[in-house]
């Protein structure tokens, strides 16, 4: 979880790990929609979206998360 409502990510080591090890990082506003609803939300719909990174790096932070979860992870050397 994201402590901030910054519509950006920092570059600290918490979330350089995070993105590293594919850890959604999410905003406050999930925990406190997952507290009130008593049940653990859709991340997708909470990840920080951060359009300077995708448009200056080229990749989007939201698709890394969805093609990672939907392939089941990792599969770089997947047939070697």
Do not use: H, M
Request: proline share 4%; hydrophobic share 30%; with cysteine.
């Amino acid at each position: 979880v994201l402590d901030n409502d910054k519509p950006y990510i920092s570059s600290n080591i918490p979330v350089l790990y995070c993105l590293a090890k594919v850890i959604p990082i999410v905003s406050k506003k999930w925990l406190k929609d997952s507290s009130s609803k008593k049940t653990l939300l859709n991340l997708e719909n909470y990840i920080i979206k951060d359009s300077s990174a995708n448009t200056k790096y080229k990749v989007s932070i939201v698709q890394i998360y969805r093609t990672y979860y939907q392939t089941g992870g990792c599969n770089i050397f997947q047939g070697y």
